[in-house]
């Protein structure tokens, strides 16, 4: 199998926020079209940021790519504003599930499809089609987003992004704070999409457990460094990763140094 076309990647990007703090240094991958990435890191090692990068959206934040390139497919996206990256069907996700909590769980759907002069038709089918992915938003159509779970938020978000029709999903930590069947009703619908609409995934995640079973390959940030590749399976089998570099509680106790690829 010849590996896939690149879609989106990242040379040696450093971001500093605030003119003073170095919150990356050197994070450099690339994600092929059709794959679902992983960015796994412990709390603080870059991830966030790293998304930012790619969806500029770190202006907002005080944040700046000092170094690097980020290209999505073939042109340099750096400074690209974040409107017209999701035109051009790069769409991100942000942590926290965000939502306009005084409108309906349709309405927020119906919001990630102005950006692109959709038709009504258009909408109506893509609708369908998002909720054929999560049927529990179709059952909460009406209801106020504000009052459904946490796990409907997320998919209420994921929802309207796929309303704008994205080529490539960037998510931030799509699992945290949710049940373990709501995460694996997620995980589920992305890697559906992934396989029928050969959606390309970047998802960031602390729960590396998650992300590993349902990647292709992932990527380790460790203080703002990339410093580990490998496919999912590659790195599930590898017992140290855990403990050393993602903040897991995984017994220390005989491992040695892992070996860094990167
Ligand atoms: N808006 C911000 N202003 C200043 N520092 C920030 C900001 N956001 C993140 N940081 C810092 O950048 C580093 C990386 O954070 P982040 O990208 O959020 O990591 P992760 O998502 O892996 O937890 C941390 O040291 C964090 O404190
Ligand atoms: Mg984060």
Known sequence: MSPPETQLSLEGIAVVYNRAIHALHDVGFSVGAGEIVA????????????????????????????????LFEGEDI??????GLVRRGLVQVLEGRHCFRALTVEENLVTGALGRDASHREIRDDLERVYAHFPRLKEKRRTTAGLTSGGEQQMTAIGRALMSRPRLLVLD?????????VVQDIFTALKTLNAE???TILVAEQNSTVALRHADRAIV???????????A?????????????LGESASLAGAGEPARTA
């Open 233 to 245: 399976a590659e790195l599930r089998a590898r017992e140290d990763i855990k403990a050393f570099y």
């Open 39 to 70: 960015l796994l890191g412990a709390n603080g090692a870059g991830k966030s940021t790293t998304l930012k990068a790619v969806s500029n959206l770190l202006p907002a934040e005080r944040g700046q790519i000092t170094r690097g390139s980020i």
């Open 221 to 231: 940030l460790e203080n703002g460094h990339s410093v580990l590749e490998g496919t």
């Open 173 to 181: 930590e799509p699992s945290m704070g949710l049940a373990p069947l």
């Open 78 to 83: 750096a400074r690209q504003r974040t409107s």
């Open 197 to 199: 609409a050969g959606l």
